[in-house]
């Protein structure tokens, strides 16, 4: 049972340039988040889903696409990179089974836009 | 709205007891989460508390007023290893999936 993994653990961008972020889980939860964290803003939600095919905005939704094409995997996407996206991505999922949402976090990815 | 605060940074020395505080606003509310994140790690899941009162586990304790918008993190015989931040985040009404996440509280725990 592997959790939430996210792939690439790191990535370099030059401006301008388009990149997926790739959240896979294996709890069968059926939300799932994205969201970035920078230094002195804390965690902010990007996008989310509550199940496959369905997206939602977040807080800060400007610059970003997602797809939510099986229930598993949830992408996020960059079609322009710029600099201010320089952050570190965490997707998180959960299930409200339990009558509250715990949510499970990837490890991370730190992208750096130049 | 959602207005979460917590103080930015705490020290405190191995062996102490020591409280961190979250007070919020928020146009609706559920319950409250903790959660701890290491430097350069995911964040990992605390406590939750969705009635009044005291739920203690283990070395950690959480505490919640709902008629004051306050919650605090109570962490006894403080370790090394307890060196994280501190994230408060609130859960809105009942049947919404989202939480909004306080900016954290760095705590320093020292020899």
């Known amino acids: 049972n592997a959790g939430v993994t996210q792939t690439p653990k790191f990535r370099v961008l030059k401006t301008g340039q388009s990149m997926t972020l790739l959240c896979a889980q294996d709890m069968n939860h059926e939300y799932m988040y994205w969201y970035r964290q920078d230094p002195g803003m804390g965690l902010r939600l990007i996008h989310y889903?509550?199940?496959?095919?369905?997206?939602a905005k977040g807080e800060v939704p400007d610059g970003y696409n997602v797809s939510r094409l099986k229930k598993q995997n949830f992408l996020l996407g960059l079609e322009s990179a710029a600099p201010s996206q320089t952050s570190v991505y965490f997707c998180?999922?959960?299930?409200?089974?339990?009558?509250?949402?715990?949510?499970?976090f990837g490890p991370g990815t730190r992208l750096t836009v130049l | 709205g959602q207005n979460i605060d917590q103080p930015t940074e705490m020290t405190a020395t191995e062996g102490a007891i020591v409280q961190i505080n979250c007070t919020y606003q928020?146009?609706?509310?559920?319950?409250l989460f903790w959660y701890q994140q290491h430097a350069g790690e995911a964040p990992t899941f605390l406590s939750y508390n969705v009635l009044d009162g005291l739920e203690e586990k283990g070395r950690f304790s959480s505490f919640l007023s709902r008629s004051k918008g306050y919650s605090y993190l109570l962490l006894k015989e403080l370790q090394m290893k307890d060196s994280a931040s501190y994230l408060c985040a609130v859960s809105p009404v009942s049947g919404y999936s989202t939480l909004t996440f306080g900016k954290g509280t760095m705590l320093l725990v020292s020899p």
């Open positions: 998180a999922s959960t299930s409200l089974a339990g009558g509250y949402n715990e949510q499970f």
């Open positions: 889903s509550v199940g496959e095919g369905t997206t």
């Open positions: 928020t146009s609706g509310f559920n319950g």
